[in-house]
């Protein structure tokens, strides 16, 4: 790769989940990136659920640095590797993990921009979700939904 090459994944169909609160790398929106390099990541993820949800990126090794700015529909907030700050109404389950719940089933949308850098080791990155709290209420991410790596 070179600089402004990208990397994307995209959602090639609807996915739900029920009963499982285990955060799992999403089969569509995962990409192989290099080692000691830097990239732009832009992600859009169409959600819809009554049931909360988490979501973060896994990344191979431990990036050097990196931050993402997240967006849901009109609420905005800043995750720093190590020091995550959320708004008042979204919920940090662990470090780098994003959590955001709707009260009724309208769908959302989520925008992440940010910026990481690789150590030594190459790998998969990736966009993982999953139920905050076991429940039999599905939890769907739409088709559509990607991520996008440019490198820098």
Request: glycine share 8%; charged share 15%.
């Amino acid at each position: 790769m070179a600089t402004g090459d990208q990397l994307t994944g995209v959602k090639t169909s609807d996915e739900s989940i029920t009963t499982d609160a285990t955060l799992s790398l999403d089969s569509d929106m995962q990409v192989t990136v290099a080692a000691n390099t830097t990239y732009l990541i832009k992600a859009w993820i169409r959600t819809a659920t009554d049931v909360a949800i988490r979501f973060d990126f896994q990344f191979p090794g431990t990036p050097t640095r990196g931050y993402y700015v997240y967006q849901r529909n009109n609420i905005d907030f800043l995750d720093t590797l190590g020091t995550p700050r959320y708004p008042d109404d979204a919920e940090a389950t662990d470090l780098d993990t994003v959590s955001f719940s709707s009260t009724t089933s309208l769908r959302q949308f989520n925008i992440c921009h940010g910026l990481i850098t690789t150590d030594g080791t190459g790998g998969t990155f990736g966009f993982r979700w999953a139920q905050i709290a076991s429940n039999a209420t599905a939890s769907t991410v739409y088709a559509g939904s990607h991520i996008i790596l440019t490198e820098v």
